[in-house]
């Protein structure tokens, strides 16, 4: 998750998300305009200028609402702001039937809608259901007995009991649509984060060991330098290597795929504590280990011997690789530990340590015990 191209595809697809979001919320407003249109083409065609204008009025109104209150995406209105709204959109709603003494229902679909959007689906429920049965009733004794009123009355139920699923319906989509591009955002700052930490990570525990054996090797050439040219020329060789080898492990950190040799970390760290006038014993070389377990040891054993070249004043330093039936274990011992300020238990590379451990089922301690300093790691095989 580093680089230009992840930075781009991570864009891209927010950019995708909000495009979608954007959409959802434009077919809401599109969708409500739409009947909003349709219920005023009908009033114009059917009344006069004057109660066309009234239910004009009404519809403007009724459409605020809807879109402000009831269908609005993001922040929701307090209950109180929503049973006012209520209440003013039905007294909208019931006033142009009751001013023009005549069938006008176009738009009780968004009263319904809107119960269900802004009440609990308890009170809700009920509450739409009640709104179209009443724009049956409405309808029925505003068009009287006679024989085209149980078409008029089918057609008042139906219509404001689609309106409002339809305008329900799709408020909660755009809704759904605005959450999942939220969860989108929040997931890719999440896992950007949390490549940044694997990166930080990695690269503490691969290139401590390898600058600590550059600075090591160093001081060795340094004070070779004049008395012993030869030796001072193999120290530079090997500070070559090894600066080498820091190289291609920041490449490793950085293509993800920070998997350490054990083998090759005893044979350095042999390197670096030789010449740190540091003697290393070695118990359990030929223990056949899991790769993964191998290469967990490694880290492990990477991390110790850093931390006995920064942080202690060590003559001797012995590692132990033991396995069991139930599972193998790494011991770093190291001396020189008493007269030092000793935070390696709490410091960033034990607690790195301590994640990948527990990652596998398996944990590390870390003890001392006069001059002595002890790293444990523990995993199942």
């Known amino acids: 998750m580093t680089g230009p191209g992840v930075e781009e595809a991570r864009t891209a697809g927010l950019y995708v998300s909000d495009t979608a979001a954007r959409l959802s919320t434009a077919v809401v407003v599109a969708v409500c305009v739409a009947y909003a249109a349709v219920n005023l083409a009908g009033a114009f065609s059917t009344f006069d200028r004057g109660d066309a204008a009234l239910c004009a009025g009404c519809a403007v109104g009724i459409l605020v609402l809807q879109l402000s209150c009831f269908s609005r995406l993001g922040a929701r209105p307090s209950l109180a702001v929503r049973l006012v709204a209520l209440a003013t959109m039905t007294g ?3 006033l142009p039937s009751a001013w023009l003494g005549e069938a006008y229902l176009g738009f009780g679909g968004f009263l319904a809608g809107s119960l269900l959007l802004a009440l609990p689906v308890p009170v809700g429920v009920p509450a739409y259901l009640v709104v179209v ?25 139906s219509a404001t009991g689609l309106t409002g699923l339809v305008i329900f319906a799709l408020t909660r989509l755009a809704g759904f649509v605005r ?3 939220d969860a989108r955002d929040e997931l890719s700052r999440l896992a950007v984060a949390q490549e940044r930490l694997r990166f930080a990570r990695d690269a503490h525990d691969l290139l401590g060991l390898s600058l600590s054996a550059v600075t090591v090797k160093a001081e060795v050439v340094d004070r070779l330098v004049d008395t012993d040219p030869a030796a001072a020329h193999a120290e530079l060789r090997e500070l070559l290597a090894v600066s080498r080898r820091a190289l291609g ?29 540091i003697d290393l014993s070695v118990l359990g070389v030929d223990v056949e280990l899991p790769d993964e377990v191998a290469a967990l040891f490694a880290t492990m ?12 004043k060590a003559g001797a330093c012995h590692v132990a690789i033991v396995r069991r039936d139930e599972g193998a274990r790494l011991v770093v011992t190291n001396d020189g530990a008493g007269g030092v300020p000793d935070d390696r238990a709490g410091g960033a590379g034990v607690a790195n340590l301590h994640r990948r451990f527990a990652e596998r089922g398996g944990g590390v301690s870390a003890e001392r015990d006069g001059d002595e300093f002890t790293l444990t790691g523990r995993l199942p095989v």
């Open 249 to 277: 492990e920041v490449r490793m950190v950085a293509a993800g795929a920070a998997e350490l040799s054990l083998p090759e970390e005893l044979r350095s760290a042999r390197s670096v504590l030789d010449a740190a006038g």
């Open 301 to 312: 054993l990477r991390e110790a011997v850093t931390n006995v070249l920064r942080h202690a």
């Open 133 to 157: 049965v009443l724009a049956g009733v409405v309808q029925r004794r505003l068009e009287g007995l006679e024989p085209d009123s149980l078409y008029s009355v089918f057609y008042a139920v």
């Open 92 to 94: 909208l709603v019931s």
């Open 179 to 181: 959450q999942l591009h």
